[in-house]
């Protein structure tokens, strides 16, 4: 698809080409074929000038041209020239170019350069097809020597005229390369989209399970090239991604549970230490109870002065001292 705009438009300028070329040799041909026609007849009514019994009889130029442009020309605003030997003009649309004045008065070095070769082809008596450029116009030229004479015959035709055929097939072939580039950029649009439609339904689904929607299936397409290779990639990785978010889901439900069980197990031990505790308290208390007792009765006995030894003093020191630290 890429190298269908380039072939098209080499296709197109082959096609020109080609064309402009079978057209000029159809011009070329067209003009020497009458040219050779009307030369026949040129040298015809010299020879029925030569054998005339009137020996002082002389061609009728003006008899020629009427019988030159009586033709039916190829192409429109075609005519023919005559050249003697020395250029002038013998036969010329222009009737003030006769006989006085050349074809070589009417050509500067500089600018018409070609009209000065065609003069000197014309002159020497040579036979050919030509293109010239004269007055910023293009012509087809085809000459052709006048048997028995130094004379010259030229057939003259526009190029515009004589390429008019060419004029319209280029014009087709314009009309041609818009309709082919329309239709090509129409199928290379509707190519980018098909190209492209996947890579858009992957932005999707990527930007779906960018936002957290982690159960978006990307398809495994069976189709090959580089976007199909890019899908099943992303595909391959949201498998594995499901697979380890899975293992982490099971990870996390397990430490949930584990985390429940400690909370749990914590509760009951600081539930058995308040019962502990309460029971330490509890059991204090009733213990200090005979042992305020004893206290208080050893006290009794020491204000008294019962103490009979030293030893029952120290046994009531000792009552006493550890009734402190408790």
Same mark, same amino acid.
């Given at each position: 698809?890429?190298?269908?705009?380039?072939?098209?438009?080499?296709?197109?300028?082959?096609?020109?080409?080609?064309?402009?070329?079978?057209?000029?040799?159809?011009?070329?041909?067209?003009?020497?074929?009458?040219?050779?026609?009307?030369?026949?007849?040129?040298?015809?009514?010299?020879?029925?000038?030569?054998?005339?019994?009137?020996?002082?009889?002389? #061609?009728?130029? *003006?008899?020629?041209?009427?019988?030159?442009?009586? %033709?039916?020309?190829? @192409?429109?605003? /075609?005519?023919? =020239?005559?050249?003697?030997?020395?250029?002038?003009?013998?036969?010329?649309?222009?009737?003030?170019?006769?006989?006085?004045?050349?074809?070589?008065?009417?050509?500067?070095?500089?600018?018409?350069?070609?009209?000065?070769?065609?003069?000197?082809?014309?002159?020497?008596?040579?036979?050919?097809?030509?293109?010239?450029?004269?007055?910023?116009?293009?012509?087809?030229?085809?000459?052709?020597?006048?048997?028995?004479?130094?004379?010259?015959?030229?057939?003259?035709?526009?190029?515009?005229?004589?390429?008019?055929?060419?004029?319209?097939?280029?014009?087709?072939?314009?009309?041609?390369?818009?309709?082919?580039?329309?239709?090509?950029?129409?199928?290379?649009?509707?190519?980018?989209?098909?190209?492209?439609? #996947?890579?858009? *339904?992957?932005?999707?689904?990527?930007?779906?399970? %960018?936002?957290?929607? @982690?159960?978006? /299936?990307?398809? =495994?397409?069976?189709?090959?090239?580089?976007?199909?290779?890019?899908?099943?990639?992303?595909?391959?990785?949201?498998?594995?991604?499901?697979?380890?978010?899975?293992?982490?889901?099971?990870?996390?439900?397990?430490?949930?549970?584990?985390?429940?069980?400690?909370?749990?197990?914590?509760?009951?031990?600081?539930?058995?230490?308040?019962?502990?505790?309460?029971?330490?308290?509890?059991?204090?208390?009733?213990?200090?109870?005979?042992?305020?007792?004893?206290?208080?009765?050893?006290?009794?006995?020491?204000?008294?002065?019962?103490?009979?030894?030293?030893?029952?003093?120290?046994?009531?020191?000792?009552?006493?001292?550890?009734?402190?630290?408790?």
């Amino acid at each position: 698809m890429v190298m269908a705009i380039p072939l098209f438009m080499l296709a197109l300028g082959i096609l020109y080409m080609q064309s402009h070329h079978l057209i000029h040799e159809e011009v070329r041909n067209n003009t020497q074929s009458m040219l050779n026609a009307q030369l026949q007849r040129v040298n015809n009514y010299i020879n029925i000038i030569e054998t005339s019994p009137d020996s002082m009889a002389a #061609p009728s130029f *003006r008899r020629m041209s009427k019988m030159l442009a009586e %033709v039916e020309q190829p @192409y429109s605003n /075609t005519y023919f =020239i005559l050249l003697d030997g020395d250029g002038r003009y013998l036969i010329h649309p222009d009737s003030t170019r006769l006989f006085a004045k050349t074809i070589f008065m009417y050509a500067n070095h500089d600018d018409n350069k070609d009209l000065i070769m065609l003069g000197h082809e014309m002159t020497t008596g040579k036979q050919s097809t030509i293109h010239i450029n004269y007055q910023k116009k293009d012509y087809h030229v085809s000459y052709c020597p006048v048997k028995g004479t130094d004379w010259s015959l030229a057939l003259i035709c526009p190029a515009r005229d004589a390429m008019q055929s060419f004029y319209r097939l280029t014009n087709i072939v314009i009309i041609l390369f818009i309709i082919g580039l329309l239709a090509i950029l129409i199928i290379c649009n509707h190519a980018m989209k098909q190209i492209i439609r #996947p890579i858009n *339904r992957l932005i999707d689904t990527t930007q779906n399970i %960018v936002d957290g929607q @982690y159960d978006e /299936t990307i398809p =495994i397409t069976p189709r090959k090239g580089v976007v199909a290779q890019l899908q099943n990639s992303f595909a391959k990785m949201q498998q594995s991604l499901n697979e380890r978010m899975s293992h982490l889901r099971q990870e996390a439900d397990e430490l949930k549970q584990n985390n429940e069980e400690i909370s749990r197990a914590k509760q009951e031990a600081e539930n058995t230490i308040n019962k502990k505790n309460k029971f330490i308290v509890r059991m204090t208390q009733q213990m200090r109870m005979p042992l305020n007792v004893i206290s208080g009765f050893a006290d009794v006995l020491a204000e008294k002065g019962v103490v009979e030894s030293i030893s029952q003093q120290e046994e009531l020191d000792n009552i006493a001292t550890m009734m402190k630290k408790m």
